[in-house]
């Protein structure tokens, strides 16, 4: 099934907005480690010359899962909106930990130079990843809104935030 998903998305040049939000996308809930269709369509994503929005709020991405969607927006100049809202950015498959898919999506970010809008809210995000986005605010120029609405930031990660924002001129918007 996931293949032939990314059959359509790959013969839909004009795809403009993928949003898939709710949708389990990695697995049922005992094996929430199922990367195939998440890999194809990272895949898919890279490829569509039209993409400007991807939404994948809700769809039990984990750090690995982030790992996988990273590699497609590192090869896409067209997506402006990106939104991965209500996922555990921070913890694995084996539920620990893990810090792999914010470096990804980091350096991600680093290349991309046509996200405008990133929507990371509900991620279950602490200070180490905030500190590692706000090392991205220093040298990304693009971004003009943020979103880290409910997400545990605490005050040595919102002094984070601030010296970053000093340096981020485009940056318009964060929530």
Do not use: W
């Not at 990367?35 to 569509?48: D, I, P, S, T």
């Not at 694995?92 to 290349?111: F, K, P, T």
């Amino acid at each position: 099934m996931a293949s032939g998903a990314t059959t359509v998305i790959h013969s839909f040049d004009a795809l403009k907005v993928l949003d898939v939000s709710g949708n389990d996308i990695t697995g049922p809930d005992d094996r929430r480690n199922l990367f195939g269709g998440l890999e194809l369509l990272a895949n898919a994503v890279a490829k569509c010359p039209k993409l400007t929005r991807v939404m994948l709020n809700h769809v039990h991405l984990r750090s690995d899962g982030f790992v996988l969607l990273a590699l497609g927006l590192q090869h896409t100049t067209s997506i402006h909106h990106l939104e991965v809202g209500g996922n555990a950015m921070q913890t694995n498959v084996s539920n620990q930990v893990c810090y792999n898919g914010v470096d990804s999506l980091c350096e991600a970010l680093r290349g991309n130079h046509s996200i405008r809008f990133l929507g990371l809210f509900q991620n279950d995000m602490d200070y180490t990843c905030v500190s590692k986005l706000s090392a991205i605010l220093l040298v990304n120029d693009t971004l003009e809104h943020i979103d880290l609405s409910q997400n545990p930031l605490g005050s040595a990660a919102l002094c984070c935030l601030a010296t970053a924002l000093r340096a981020n001129v485009p940056l318009h918007t964060l929530k």
